[in-house]
């Protein structure tokens, strides 16, 4: 029997990979374009293909040999309808022209142009729906990780998981947190942050001297793509996130009677910024300062 293209396409990623080979001397050779030379940049391609596969397929050929730029366009059409914003279109666009180079074949439709505006995508505007980030955390829980341990402890505790790199004391039902800059915030503990404070994951990241060692914001942006094209939603930043809980909570300081500029000033802290950021946080956090 022989195998279709999803299996096909894999075993020409993971042929193609390469590992601690001169990357810079193999592409002056020419030699570059059909090798891929990190594990993300395999699993990536891996997952673009998977998500490729699952698109186009009423209208998929049996053989990678048989894929033609009318393939990808018509992927990146349907992106194009369920919303993605330019930048996740012309990434696609992009790792399908790369898997093209592995297999000899041009790939490349042209630009597809996105159906929605990047104007919401820049500060305040870039926030997840709620929807979407309760399908990434519910994502984390089946999946655990350590990034998406980060991603669940910031939705909970509102302050960047890195900020806990000197540590922290739990009291009862008290979590002091020491942070990078010298403050020290209180957050209660809830039977979730309990959860995750003591999963496997999380404990990982504690280093001898008592120091929490989290993934960079790049590692955990690049699981949040993975899990975004799995998921087969639009692609937002860890930063997003933290918008998002940022509106959240300012919604909850506004119905609790604090005025909208107390309520700028309390957000500001709870995100571990420092008093009087009214405009910062406006500019950078809230979409909708009612």
Known sequence: ?????????????????????????????????????????????????????NTVKDDIPRNPSELTRRHVRIFLDQKALEGCSQKTLDTYRSDLVK?????????????????????????????????????????????????GACI??????????????????????ILEIKCKNGKILIRRITSEIKDILSSEQFLSMIHEDGRIITPKDNSINTYLRRVEDKLGIERHSFHSIRRRIAQDQYNYYR????????????????????????????????????
């Open 1 to 53: 029997m022989s195998r279709n293209l999803r299996q096909q396409a894999r075993g020409i990623i993971f042929a193609a990979f390469r590992e601690n080979l001169d990357k810079r001397a193999m592409k002056a050779d020419g030699k570059g374009e059909r090798n891929i030379f990190s594990y993300t940049s395999r699993n990536h391609l891996l997952d673009v293909i998977n998500n490729f596969c």
């Open 99 to 147: 898997f093209g180079k592995l297999i000899g074949k041009d790939l490349d439709p042209g630009r597809v142009p996105a159906q929605v505006t990047n104007v919401t995508h820049r500060g305040a505007g870039d926030m997840i729906s709620h929807d979407d980030l309760s399908k990434i955390i519910a994502y984390a829980k089946l999946y655990p990780s350590r990034s």
């Open 152 to 173: 669940q402890l910031e939705k909970l505790l509102g302050i960047r998981v890195g900020d806990m790199a000197y540590g922290m004391k739990i009291k009862d039902d």
């Open 255 to 290: 119905e609790m009677g604090y005025t909208r500029t107390e309520a700028l000033s309390k957000v500001s802290v709870w995100l571990n910024h420092g008093e009087k950021r009214e405009k910062m946080i406006l500019k950078s956090y809230i979409r909708d300062a009612w």
